[in-house]
């Protein structure tokens, strides 16, 4: 399927659209190189104005847009809702803080005087996942407006409405036509848009071959990015964590967006001498989660995302047990309760399963498992636990529970990750920089260093 809303939950096909042709691309591009020479020169003030406003248009219309991207991508509603309302707070965050974390900065030097100045880029192409179709677009856009750049946003393919409604709310809260535009084209189009002279970076949030991809092309025009790329975090549990907590926070931070999250908890690393207890545990409230229809607010797991995320996704839990690893529970589509559910039956339904005794050389040990699989190990001690969990070619999140300050302090610089949460789930948050290492990506989006990617760190010097 091209450009199309398809209903997760029912396998309908909601609504098509046609791609840009190559013209139609090279007018937006032109007027997006258009409308920065004016937006390029305006006041912090009144970028934070209409940033404000589209804050207040998510927060008005939070209901209507949550239903679009649970239509588009099934994630549960209540969630979905939320996810509005953080795009709302990313927009005002920097609303607020963009003018402080873009000023000038004098450096002493032998110079009279010297300094930095903070300058937009121009266009940047944004090329965004599906998997939170509000949250990912705003992070980037809400920073790089601010700065006074101008957005072009290429979206995942299958969640088309939700682009067009974040055009919509960028139109409707002032901004000028051309600061923020929804592209609708395929992935193939991609390259004519960043070989484009005009366009000056891009950030990219998808998987790894996308990255592969993107980032080649930019790099034949010597044009920057920032790539958020996969993950497979670990979440570590010692002896002496707080287990009723951890455990219940190890569902949370699995199942989040029905476990389609970059940064979701995919391996859970547990201390031998609390690891019955633990598994135990999680194996009784993975149990009683409630799949079905996204759109009811009892719901806890709605479908994955598309027909073909499920499929790789059993194909992965298959590879996983003729290697050798043991089904604690979960592991068969075909037993999901939705199936016998009239409406829901062809949706991409993929039970809660969590898999152990993956033996030591198996490939899916590098891999990363997107939907609701939690994959177990045992470890006897914290030098294991670091080691296993370092142990894959990602980089981007850990959460690493210990009462014990010396183990915490261990996790906290010897895990390599962009960001290490000690007895909390990761997450994200408009004031603390967000990224990867390794083959997670590069750059920051998000506080400070976020805004701070697609501008001109000039250097001025004065005698
Ligand atoms: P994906 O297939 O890479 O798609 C992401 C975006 O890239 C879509 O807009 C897609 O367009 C486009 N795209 C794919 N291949 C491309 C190519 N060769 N050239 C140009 N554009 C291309 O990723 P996904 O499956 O939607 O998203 C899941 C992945 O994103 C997971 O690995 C997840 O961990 C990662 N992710 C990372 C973060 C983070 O912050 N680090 C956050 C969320 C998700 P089409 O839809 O048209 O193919």
């Not at 027909?307 to 790789?312: F, Q, T, V």
Request: charged share 20%.
């Amino acid at each position: 399927m091209g450009i199309a809303t398809v209903n997760p939950s029912t396998g309908e096909t909601v609504k098509v659209f046609e791609p840009l042709v190559a013209e139609e691309i090279d007018r937006r591009i032109g007027l997006a190189q258009q409308t920065f020479e004016q937006y390029r020169r305006l006041s912090f003030a009144q970028r934070a104005e209409w940033m404000h406003r589209a804050a207040q248009i998510l927060i008005d219309e939070r209901q209507h847009f949550g239903k679009i991207m649970t239509l588009e991508m099934g994630k549960p509603i209540a969630a979905a809702i939320a996810e509005v309302e953080k795009s709302a707070s990313v927009c005002r965050y920097y609303a607020d803080h963009a003018e402080q974390l873009l000023a000038d900065v004098t450096i002493e030097t032998d110079a009279s005087h010297s300094f930095i100045c903070y300058q937009p880029l121009g266009v940047i192409l944004a090329v965004m996942p599906w998997n939170f179709p509000f949250w990912q677009v705003f992070r980037f856009a809400a920073p790089a407006l601010m700065a006074g750049n101008v957005g072009i946003l290429k979206h995942a393919s299958n969640v088309p409405q939700s682009a067009l409604a974040i055009e919509e709310v960028f139109l409707r809260a002032g901004f000028p036509t051309g600061a923020f535009q929804t592209l609708l084209v395929g992935a193939s189009q991609v390259s004519q848009i960043i070989a484009d002279d005009r366009v000056k970076a891009a950030a990219l949030t998808g998987s790894e071959s996308a990255g592969v991809s993107l980032a080649s092309a930019a790099g034949a025009q010597i044009k920057k990015m920032v790539l958020e790329l996969g993950g497979s975090d670990p979440f570590m549990v010692m002896e002496s964590a707080d287990l009723e907590t951890a455990v219940a926070t190890a569902v949370t931070a699995r199942m989040i967006n029905n476990g389609q999250s970059c940064i979701a908890a995919k391996r859970f690393i547990v201390q031998e001498s609390i690891a019955d207890a633990f598994t135990e545990r999680l194996v009784h409230k993975y149990a009683a989660l409630k799949l079905g229809d996204p759109m009811n607010p009892e719901t806890d797991i709605g479908p994955l995302a598309t027909a073909a995320i499920l499929h790789e996704l059993h194909e992965q839990v298959e590879a996983c047990i003729a290697s050798g690893a043991k089904v604690l529970i979960g592991g068969n589509p075909e037993t999901v309760p939705t199936r016998s559910i009239v409406a829901l039956q062809h949706g991409n339904f993929y039970p809660p399963t969590i898999l152990t005794d993956l033996p030591i050389d198996s490939p899916s040990r590098q891999e990363e498992f997107f939907g609701p699989v939690a994959l177990l190990f045992r470890v006897p001690d914290l030098d294991a636990a670091i080691e296993l969990a370092n142990s894959t070619s990602f980089g981007l999140g850990a959460s690493a529970w210990t009462q014990n300050p010396e183990e915490q302090q261990r996790c906290m610089r010897e895990l390599e990750a962009g960001s290490v949460f000690i007895n909390g789930m990761v997450k994200s948050d408009p004031r603390l920089p967000f990224g990867g290492i390794k083959r997670s990506g590069y750059g920051r989006e998000l506080g400070a260093e976020g805004i701070r990617e697609f501008v001109n760190i000039k250097t001025v010097w004065v005698k």
